[in-house]
């Protein structure tokens, strides 16, 4: 069974570049979570969807940051334009139902300089 | 808001010794979950608890869950370099949506 795969793995550009991260959900889950990891603020939800909808995209830093999911297999983070405190590593994860663990991908480790 | 408070922020223990980490929400919790971090990796789901009192255990690992519903603690027996990560609480309410803890960092010496 694939894992949550996102894309790329490293990302490094300069300030003002538009930055778009990509993820796929493991086959089933109806529910998929973007997060930022740092170490002063450690892993926050930047937002979440059900069944392609977002839900609650209140840990949004700024208008800069926008989500979709157009359909169940696929969703993307975009940074436009990207600052140098947006670098972090860019966590997606996907679970099935309400009560479920929720599965990690790999990570996208983010660079602006 | 819902908020999980994870203490301590590092530990440093001798490899033997015992660890245990805390976890403390600022609302009753509908479960909780724990997941682990190695160095470079992603989050990994531990376990869940979902029952007032609840206590689970996974070989040297023992998970707690409050009567309140809204601590939580994990306790790592006899710790092995194996161990070594970032150990996350992480909370659900009333919603769908979980919040984690900063997670506990730890780091055995060998």
């Known amino acids: ?113 | 808001g819902q908020q999980v408070m994870q203490i301590p922020q590092y530990q440093h223990v001798q490899e033997g010794e015992d660890f245990t980490t805390y976890c403390n929400s600022s609302t009753t919790l509908s479960n909780i979950q724990w997941y682990k971090q190695r160095p470079g990796g992603h989050p990994v789901f531990l376990i869940q608890l979902v029952k007032s009192g609840e206590v689970k255990k996974q070989k040297r690992l023992t998970f707690q869950f409050g009567e309140a519903k809204k601590n939580s603690s994990l306790h790592i027996t006899a710790t092995q370099t194996t161990d070594v990560g970032t150990y996350f609480c992480a909370g659900m309410g009333r919603d769908d949506k979980i919040i984690f803890g900063k997670g506990t960092r730890l780091h055995i010496l060998p």
Request: overall charge neutral.
């Open chain 1, 1 to 113: 069974d694939a894992g949550v795969i996102q894309s790329p793995r490293h990302e490094v550009t300069e300030m003002g570049q538009e930055v778009t991260l990509r993820c796929k959900p493991i086959s089933g889950h109806d529910y998929l979570f973007w997060y930022r990891q740092t170490m002063m603020r450690g892993l926050e939800l930047l937002i979440y969807f059900n069944n392609n909808v977002p839900i609650d995209d209140s840990g949004m830093p700024e208008d800069r940051f926008s989500a979709k999911m157009p359909n169940a297999s696929f969703s993307t983070l975009k940074i436009q334009p990207s600052e140098p405190r947006d670098s972090a590593v860019y966590f997606c994860a996907s679970r099935r139902g309400t009560h479920q663990p929720q599965h990690f991908g790999d990570g996208t480790r983010l660079s602006i300089l």
